[in-house]
């Protein structure tokens, strides 16, 4: 078993993709690739929350004191428009950001003590609702205004003023603490480059593994050889479980470097939550990795066996990476946590102990659970592989 084990190393070392999927993008790739992504992002939100946002009015004169709020505020510039039937055309040619359309009846709406209303007109599959936000944001400020005028009359102390503006306050004490908060964030999204990551690094060698050698002719060779095929089978299951738990891991060390050196010049949050991550809990990320590289090396392993050729064998596989972003998709909804009955789940259970572990919130008491359960379902799936590499017509097919 172990000859067999060490020639599929040998042969994998010298293969220039082998060290691509295993070595260079889990170390380099995927850490640039989420420091990367993290970085635009925060930079585009940044800019969209800031940026100048052109507009058209219509109907200034109906509410001038509205009128001259957005033309005095930083962030807002007025582009003229010859009518309001123009204002759709001109927020597809990206000439202006919104429009706002206030009625005649406006100002004798208000001084009727009526509520009034005005036309917001904006493309919010484009804006991603931050352009709402920030009209809101002035309309809201007007609406304090008015609100403090007209209770200005009742001749009403500052307390009674607060009290007739927002009778009930609501005060937010959250219990959560800084990392508690980014972790649930940056939580939901580590377990899929980990989960993708061992998958992809596993995936190549396995399809040569058996598919491969299959159209090689080798694999005939191999079953002459005086050595059972338990052995044979568990040998280039080791192969697999060896490269991408290595992929998974070097995938965690590099990311470890990359955020306990650069940590401290993210945002407060992230800093916070970097450096109240300890040893104990990169152990424990890292050692549930284990079975999830075990599961995801004995089914690459029975697909690449049953297939016939390469070809078929990377159709049979490729939609595994869809089936496996599943179980990961789950832990992100909402009311979905950690508990006795998820810790026994295939991979979101995986998936919900990483966040809680990035979180702080981990129970240790069902991190045995996760690693039992899913090395009882590594073990089972490892006996299906084996029961199908005894069957003749599986690995004849042709």
């Keep these: 078993m172990w000859t067999i084990y060490l020639k599929e190393i040998l042969e994998l070392a010298r293969d220039r993709k082998t060290f691509i999927f ?14 990367g992504f993290s970085y635009v992002s925060t930079n585009l939100f940044n800019k969209a929350r800031t940026a100048e946002l052109t507009y058209a009015m219509f109907g200034k004169e109906y509410a ?15 582009v003229p428009l010859a009518s309001p039937e123009q204002i759709r055309n001109a927020i597809d040619k990206d000439v202006i950001k919104f429009a706002l359309v206030i009625p005649p009846a406006y100002q004798q709406r208000l001084q009727g003590k009526e509520q009034a209303s005005v036309a917001l007109h904006y493309n919010s599959a484009v804006s991603m609702d931050v352009i709402r936000k920030r009209v809101s944001a002035e309309l809201d400020a007007v609406n304090a ?24 306050m609501l005060e937010e004490r959250s219990t959560a603490g800084k990392r508690e908060q980014m972790g ?3 939580g939901g999204l580590l377990p899929y480059f980990l989960l993708m990551g061992c998958l992809m690094a596993a995936m190549y060698p396995a399809i040569d593994m058996g598919a491969g050698e299959k159209e090689r002719g080798t694999l005939e060779t191999l079953l002459l050889a005086p050595v059972p095929r338990s052995s044979i089978v568990l040998a280039k ?16 060390g590099s ?6 050196a650069f940590g401290s010049a993210a945002p407060a949050g992230v800093a916070a939550m970097v450096s109240s991550i300890g040893a104990l809990d990169m ?9 999830t590289a075990a599961i995801f090396a004995s089914v690459l392993l029975s697909l690449s066996i049953y297939a016939k050729s390469y070809k078929e064998a990377a159709g049979l596989i490729s939609p595994l990476m869809l089936l496996s972003l ?15 009955l998820w810790a026994m789940v295939p991979l979101t259970n995986v998936a919900l102990a990483m966040k809680e572990l990035v979180k702080g919130t981990m129970d240790y008491r069902m991190f045995a659970v996760i690693l039992v359960s899913s090395a009882v379902t590594a073990g089972a799936l490892l006996a299906l592989c084996r029961w199908w590499f005894s069957r003749e017509q599986v690995l004849f097919r042709n």
């Design 22 to 35: 295993t070595v260079l993008i889990p170390v380099l790739a995927m850490p640039l690739i989420m420091g």
């Design 237 to 252: 299951f080791l192969v697999l479980f060896s490269i991408g738990l290595t992929s998974s891991l070097l995938m965690v």
């Design 64 to 78: 001038p004191g509205l009128a001259q709020r957005f033309t005095a505020e930083r962030g807002f510039r007025e």
């Design 145 to 168: 205004e008015l609100r403090e005028h007209e209770l200005s009359a009742l001749n009403l102390s500052k307390k009674q003023l607060r009290f007739a503006l927002n009778p009930v």
């Design 184 to 186: 649930a964030v940056l």
């Design 255 to 260: 990311m470890s470097v990359l955020l306990f």
């Design 326 to 340: 599943l179980p990961v998709m789950v832990a992100l909804l909402p009311g979905v946590e950690l508990n006795w």
């Design 283 to 291: 152990a424990m990320l890292a050692l549930m990795l284990a079975p």
